[in-house]
């Protein structure tokens, strides 16, 4: 079992920055997808981004493209979503996601069989 805990949302003003975190625990992170989601009031969950365990490469939505940055620190079985530029469409909740193996189609929520709690983000205009 994988248990994913995600922490660092908050109110923040349009323009300003947060970094979510992901804590893994339970099998061998490194071999993790990891993506992040989020979902507004009265919306689908909607994919944000997403990195692969080995050799990673990253994944965006356009809407978030050259805003936040994936990463994810191996040795801390961590990962995080560094956000700049927020803007008040950014409000949700966001969820911290995970799967092992291949083939997985990193935008797509089915694909991820992990997933944290959830984070509130709240941007202010």
């Known amino acids: 079992q994988v248990q994913l805990v995600d922490t660092g949302g908050g109110l923040v003003q349009a323009g300003g920055s947060l970094r979510l975190s992901c804590a893994a625990s339970g099998r061998a992170f490194s071999s993790l997808t990891l993506g992040w989601f989020r979902q507004a009031p009265g919306k689908e969950r909607e994919f944000v981004a997403a990195i692969t365990g080995r050799n990673p490469n990253t994944y965006y939505a356009d809407s978030v493209k050259g805003r936040f940055t994936i990463s994810r620190d191996n040795a801390e079985n961590a990962g995080y979503l560094q956000m700049h530029s927020l803007k008040p469409e950014d409000t949700a909740v966001y969820y911290c996601?995970?799967?092992?193996?291949?083939?997985?189609?990193?935008?797509?929520?089915?694909?991820?069989?992990?997933w944290g709690q959830g984070t509130q983000v709240t941007v202010s205009s």
């Open positions: 996601a995970a799967r092992g193996g291949l083939g997985l189609i990193h935008t797509d929520r089915r694909s991820y069989n992990y």
